[in-house]
């Protein structure tokens, strides 16, 4: 049943992303998955959770690609303009929802989408 194994492989993909408190990538994500779906499979479901605005992606500072989930305030479609934070130390990624990058383009340039990642030391790391 593939299907069946499919829609099992997109809950618990979204289960651990929306229960981690760091944004994962897709070799985190497997490792949690223990064996439950093949990489493939994994890209699949992401990209679909993408598409339906469940997670969002985050680039790191090194070219890296990680999955964060959406907390929707509403049911609208968002657009992702908060920062993300990129920990030199334990390398974790966290969404920081509230901060909102603010800058001003030249006329003539649209925005489409923002990707803000600043690095340095997370909290957990500087206490
Ligand atoms: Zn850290
Ligand atoms: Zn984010």
């Given at each position: 049943m593939k299907q069946t194994r499919n829609t099992t492989a997109k809950t618990e993909i979204l289960k651990l992303i929306s229960q981690s408190t760091v944004a994962l990538s897709h070799s985190e994500i497997q490792n949690n998955l223990?064996?439950?779906?093949?990489r493939v499979t994994i890209y699949r479901v992401l990209d679909r959770l993408v598409e339906e605005d469940l997670v969002h992606k985050v680039v790191n500072i090194d070219g890296g690609v990680k999955y964060a989930s959406c907390n929707h305030k509403e049911a609208v479609h968002h657009s992702h303009n908060h920062i993300h934070f990129s920990c030199e130390e334990c390398h974790t990624v966290t969404c920081l929802e509230d901060v909102k990058p603010s800058f001003e383009l030249p006329k003539r340039y649209q925005v489409k989408e923002v990707n803000f990642t600043v690095s340095g030391i997370c909290p957990e790391c500087s206490s």
């Open positions: 223990d064996g439950l779906c093949d």
